[in-house]
């Protein structure tokens, strides 16, 4: 079967090289390059072009890569489970919700420093606070509708969302 | 004593080395390209007709393939030869010609010239008893160029580029920017086709 195949192949081969005999017209190529030359100088366009061939000549290392993929199968796999794991780990560290609850705690605990005086720690009614305790300053709070609230409003009435907090250690 | 005139000049385009010649165009020099349209013109004429089976059309792209060249030129950074970069943005050319005509072809075959009859492959294949010989070159050469129309693009420029033009299969792999064993199956595949389309003139009386 191969003899016979190979033999049909040569013979084809010999019929293939028929090909190598057509010719242009005599003298074709005597203006070929001229006409070249002056349709570039007429600033004609190498005609319409496609965006692969676009691709092709400005950014060929795409194509390549593009290649990569059609030669190499297994790579389409790993490209797209690494594609997964970065977008799964993005959305991870986005839903995390230690990050700017701690820095507002901290900052919370700061002022709490300032005022040093008060060490305890109890939820209380707001009439029941005085407003002067922590005029002004931003309190710490587990309600999220309060934890931003300010003491007192822009005329010193007092805000009646606020809740302040202290602290006794146990023992004290 | 040689004439100076005659002496190759490596400062003129006519002397130069392929690298110098790009550097040069690449800088405006249409001379320089001119040299460079000069070496690789027939080649790749031949490459586009084979793929077209039309010398008109084979004209138009070839013409399209130098002037794309030459405007993409500040982008040939010579990681390959200028010559494989060629034929690619010729080959890339007629395909995507080819694409947008479909499989409306019309031929248009240049002539054989007066050595086919004299070329030995030739002279073997018509001297056994085939019916070639009675069909004649001409014939078959209608024939050969139908068959190579039915491969697909890609198949047929994989065998016009090994078996017509005598490349590599290495060289053929950097221009279709695919690896040495798809050129290898696709060529394998095209003969098959081609030898199935062209039996009756293949197979021994």
């Keep these: 079967m191969n003899k016979s195949e190979n033999n049909n192949f040569e013979t084809l081969k010999q019929a293939l090289k028929l090909k190598r005999h057509e010719i242009p017209p005599p003298g074709y190529f005597n203006n070929f390059s001229s006409d070249v030359l002056d349709r570039i100088r007429a600033g004609e366009s190498g005609?319409?072009?496609s965006f692969a061939e676009r691709l092709q000549t400005q950014a060929p290392w795409l194509i390549d890569f593009i290649r990569l993929?059609?030669?190499k199968p297994g790579l389409i796999g790993a490209f797209a489970i690494s594609a997964c794991l970065v977008l799964v780990f993005g959305i991870v560290l986005a839903e995390r919700p230690d990050a700017a609850p701690q820095d507002f705690m901290a900052t919370a605990g700061g002022a709490a420093n300032n005022q040093a005086a008060t060490e305890t720690v109890a939820l209380t009614d707001p009439v029941l606070t005085p407003a002067g305790d922590s005029a002004g300053?931003?309190?710490?709070s587990t309600n999220p509708v309060v934890s931003l609230q300010p003491a007192t409003g822009l005329f010193g009435q007092q805000n009646p969302l606020f809740q302040s907090a202290s602290f006794a250690p146990v023992g004290h | 004593m040689s004439d100076p005139a005659m002496t190759p000049d490596s400062n003129q385009p006519e002397g130069m080395l392929e690298g110098?010649?790009?550097?040069?165009?690449?800088?405006?020099?249409?001379?320089a390209y001119d040299q460079l349209v000069k070496r690789y013109q027939e080649r790749i004429y031949a490459t586009i007709y084979?793929?077209?089976?039309?010398?008109?059309d084979a004209n138009d792209l070839a013409q399209d393939a130098f002037i794309k060249a030459y405007q993409a030129l500040k982008t040939f950074k010579g990681g390959s030869s200028f010559y494989t970069w060629l034929y690619r943005i010729a080959v890339n050319k007629t395909i995507n010609f080819l694409k947008q005509r479909k499989n409306k072809y019309h031929l248009s075959l240049n002539d054989l010239d007066f050595n086919a009859e004299n070329d030995p492959d030739?002279?073997?294949l018509v001297s056994h008893k085939t019916p070639v010989r009675d069909a004649g070159l001409s014939e078959l050469q209608k024939k050969l160029n139908e068959a190579l129309l039915k491969l697909s693009e890609p198949h047929r420029m994989v065998v016009i580029l090994h078996d017509v033009q005598g490349m590599s299969h290495e060289e053929i792999a950097e221009i279709a920017g695919c690896n040495v064993?798809?050129?290898r199956s696709r060529l394998f595949y095209a003969r098959?086709?081609?030898q199935g389309d062209l039996a009756e003139y293949m197979k021994p009386a």
């Design chain 1, 47 to 49: 005609g319409r072009e």
């Design chain 1, 69 to 71: 993929f059609e030669t």
């Design chain 1, 137 to 140: 300053g931003i309190v710490a």
């Design chain 2, 20 to 31: 110098d010649l790009v550097r040069h165009a690449r800088r405006g020099d249409l001379a």
């Design chain 2, 50 to 56: 084979h793929m077209t089976a039309n010398h008109e």
């Design chain 2, 122 to 124: 030739l002279v073997a």
């Design chain 2, 181 to 183: 064993g798809t050129v």
């Design chain 2, 192 to 194: 098959q086709q081609l």
